[in-house]
């Protein structure tokens, strides 16, 4: 059964070509030049798909969570809790601040990647959630970051100078107050608020309502003239009131809030773009007696998205790559070589199913994903189920595109050519060389056919699982098996910045001539 790995958005918006013979190829093909390369607004997203059947999920590291839904502690709440956590519940103060500091550092490495919000400063109070901060900024540094730390009011407890050595032996700066620019817009990327949690009373005092100030400054500054560094809180917005929030309405207003344990009271007034819960401690005992209503966690995730989902402007998304160049002069002659060489660059870096591939084929507008399962001079092969509707299309126009999109390297290379099915004996290796699980499921699904419910593929599935439990030989279904397509055009791409990117187009020439393929640069 074909496994849906992948869905590249507009791979071809339009394409129906009537069948031809392979002498019209040249004429043919030259109309699927409309499969879009990532400047074009090619939009990726991940599906895993095990190898039985479920339902499609997200990559996201934690799912939305309804604010409604997850409870809000007041101030004497909160303190109860950590007072449990650390008493009956044996959790000490520095088991709480490192998972704290995790949690934070995990929420901004969601949302802000360190290639575009790389410089973090990190302003640390006296207390524990300054404590909170230098763990983050540890946790920063290893996934990438390049921290700094303002904690101007230093602690003499050994957890406090722990942490600063800790820092020191990474060599990550520590700047005091006059070291900082007054206008932090130009220097940072990130702004970590961790100067005051949730016990923190009264008014500000010198230099912490100084640099209050100034995180307020940033969003108060002309956004249309110059951009400024988002500003991440730890817990509280640091100057807020733990229950009533920006009373006042004149103080810190983050980009994101992560709140730790449970949300307080005053993030209900939080009007941020990304709101993220870090709690996976809570112990169910401490759950219960206070009747919290927590969000589950994702996988191993420390941190889980609540509230509302946040407002993005299609229009400004785009993607300024940083790549090697990619020169005629430097490439393989021959495609397949070269091909090679990406595909296990791409393997190398541990890209997730470097061998996933769109295919396109010529008729309707159909995106199918499938599996690369081999590929060398003879061309590149995979295996599905013939009566699918892209094996009907292939039936009646066999011609065909396949697109490998290696994100993480700008990469993306373009194959096509006529495609043929692969003789029987090798399709039936092949199947009998995959895991019984999937060789049942191929038998039970007949792609592309409607069924009355999952409940009818489950049950097939079951029977055929207890008939062939006994080890013997799974047949394999005549509807299914591989194909080869034999390629005539190749287009690498690799992205570069300000949109010039690099394309290399492979043609296949006359079998009489050397050499066989003809390399051309295209404009992006």
């Known amino acids: 059964m074909c496994k849906s ?22 004429k043919s093909l030259p109309s699927l030049s409309n499969f879009p390369l990532p400047s074009q607004g ?11 059947f479920r339902t499609f999920c997200s990559k996201s590291i934690g799912s939305m969570q309804n604010p409604e839904a997850v409870s809000y502690l007041m101030q004497r709440e909160a303190a109860e809790i950590d007072e449990t956590l650390m008493g009956p519940l044996g959790f000490s103060v520095d088991q709480l601040m490192e998972l704290a500091g995790l949690s934070v550092a995990t929420s901004i490495a969601e949302v802000y990647k360190p290639k575009d919000y790389n410089r973090v400063l ?8 300054g404590g909170d901060g230098l763990v983050a900024a540890r946790h920063l540094y290893h996934f990438g970051y390049k ?10 407890k050994p957890l406090y100078t722990g942490l600063v050595t800790q820092l020191e032996s990474l060599s990550v700066p520590f700047l005091s107050v006059d070291d900082l620019p007054e206008d932090l817009s130009k220097d940072f990327d990130v702004v970590l608020d961790a100067i005051f949690g949730f016990s923190f009373h009264g008014a500000p005092r010198p230099p912490f309502d100084d640099l209050i100030r100034r995180l307020v400054s940033l969003h108060n500054r002309d956004q249309t003239l110059q951009s400024h560094p988002v500003i991440v809180s730890v817990d509280i917005p640091s100057g807020w009131h733990v229950e009533e929030g920006d009373v006042e309405g004149g103080g810190i207003k983050p980009d994101m809030l992560v709140s ?10 939080f009007c941020g773009p990304h709101h993220f819960l870090g709690g996976r401690f809570v112990p169910p005992s401490v759950a219960e007696k206070y ?20 407002k993005i402007d299609i229009s400004a998304m785009r993607e300024n790559y940083i790549s090697p160049e990619l020169l005629e002069e430097q490439v393989e002659a021959d495609p397949i070589s070269q091909f090679r060489k990406w595909f296990d660059e791409a393997v190398t870096a541990g890209l997730r199913e470097a061998n996933a591939m769109a295919l396109t084929t010529a008729n309707k507008d159909m995106k199918p994903m499938v599996l690369l399962k081999g590929f060398d001079e003879n061309g590149f092969v995979w295996f599905t189920n013939y009566e699918s509707r892209k094996g009907s299309d292939l039936s009646e126009n066999p011609f065909a595109a396949l697109l490998f999109y290696w994100d993480s390297l700008n990469r993306q290379v373009r194959v096509e050519g006529p495609v043929e099915k692969l003789p029987e004996e090798e399709s039936e290796k092949y199947f009998h060389s995959r895991p019984r699980g999937s060789q049942i499921g191929a038998i039970v699904s007949k792609q592309s056919s409607v069924v009355p419910g999952r409940h009818v593929l489950y049950q097939e599935y079951e029977e055929l699982t207890d008939k062939y439990s006994d080890g013997s030989l799974i047949p394999k279904p005549k509807n299914w098996g591989g194909y080869r397509l034999k390629p005539v055009r190749f287009e690498f791409w690799q992205g570069q910045p300000s949109r010039l990117h690099d394309r290399l187009e492979y043609a296949l020439q006359d079998a009489d001539r050397e050499p066989a393929w003809r390399i051309h640069r295209l404009a992006p």
């Open 5 to 26: 790995r992948r869905m590249i958005c507009s791979l071809l918006q339009s394409l129906a070509l009537s069948p031809k013979p392979a002498s019209s190829l040249q």
């Open 42 to 52: 090619c939009h990726l997203s991940s599906v895993s798909v095990p190898s039985r």
């Open 122 to 129: 990190a302003i640390c109070g006296p207390g524990n959630n």
């Open 147 to 156: 921290p700094f730390i303002c904690y101007p009011k230093r602690t003499s």
């Open 260 to 269: 730790l344990t449970a949300p307080k009271l005053c993030a209900k007034r």
């Open 291 to 310: 009747k919290l209503q927590l969000p589950g966690y994702s996988g191993t995730s420390m941190c889980v998205r609540i509230g509302k989902p946040p």
